[in-house]
């Protein structure tokens, strides 16, 4: 683990990776961190907006959906769900899904958390009222995190929304 982080801050400080990216990256090392067997897990704050259950899904922005699908298709298995190249496609990966967005720049355009009892115009308000300024989308609730990175909220693991 100690490894891999310092490999993410090399290629962040050689120009490899944007400081989000590099973000993402040790976010998503601790995510997978916390759902191992016998990881000691930090007190949960006393009040939170939402209580997150688990990373749902990952959207990213591609200069070439279907390179990308392929990709994702040949070295890690995942099976189309929706393909609307060349605009995007959606990739399921196990419980989660990928979706991938044509940009003609790459980056990371949202994720998304699992959270208990989600209810978008419930999500709206709590967010609201914690100074944030949420965006809803048909049921779809986003806000962006302290450094811009786009969240979305949704109520079950691997929920498949349809079309975006």
Known sequence: MI??????????????????????????????ALGGAGVVRAAEPARSTFRAT???HLGLRVTDVKRSRDFYVEHLGMSVIQDNTPGNCFLRSGEHYLGLFRSSTPAVDHYCYTVDGYDAD????????????????????YFDDPDGLEVQLDSRFGSWPGPR
């Open 3 to 32: 490894d891999f982080v310092e490999n993410v801050l090399d290629s962040y400080a050689s120009g490899r990776l944007t400081r989000r990216e590099a973000a993402l990256r040790v976010l998503g090392l601790g995510l997978t």
């Open 54 to 56: 688990g990373l749902n």
């Open 122 to 141: 419930d999500a709206m308000a709590r967010l609201r009222t914690a100074g944030l300024s949420p965006r809803r989308q048909e049921d779809r609730v």
